[in-house]
């Protein structure tokens, strides 16, 4: 039984990849200053959530070998710029 649509795993790669670069970029944000243990603490959240995303990317390959590419969930990066500056 299929759990997702291949549109819907699009979706969800996207969401993936650009909270992937709001995290990165907030643990270089927090890491400066000597404020590491913070950047360490969010860098071990970020690799928990990118288990998630490698797990949901198997789970993808499984349902749909013929469509399904690592392009999903990991490339094609989005412009995240015009949200950082909002902030």
């Given at each position: 039984?299929?759990?997702?649509?291949?549109?819907?795993y699009?979706?969800?790669g996207?969401?993936?990849?650009?909270?992937?670069?709001l995290?990165t970029?907030?643990?270089?944000?927090?890491?400066k200053y000597g404020?590491?243990?913070y950047?360490d603490?969010?860098?071990?959240e970020?690799?928990?959530?990118n288990?998630?995303?490698?797990?949901?990317?198997?789970e993808?390959f499984?349902?749909?070998?013929?469509?399904?590419?690592?392009e999903?969930?990991?490339?094609?990066?989005?412009d995240?710029?015009?949200?950082?500056?909002?902030?």
């Amino acid at each position: 039984m299929k759990t997702h649509t291949m549109d819907e795993y699009k979706e969800i790669g996207m969401d993936f990849k650009i909270l992937n670069d709001l995290m990165t970029h907030l643990i270089v944000k927090v890491g400066k200053y000597g404020k590491l243990k913070y950047g360490d603490k969010l860098s071990k959240e970020l690799d928990k959530i990118n288990q998630i995303r490698s797990d949901l990317e198997e789970e993808m390959f499984k349902e749909y070998p013929k469509d399904a590419n690592t392009e999903v969930f990991y490339g094609g990066r989005p412009d995240i710029t015009n949200l950082l500056k909002e902030y």
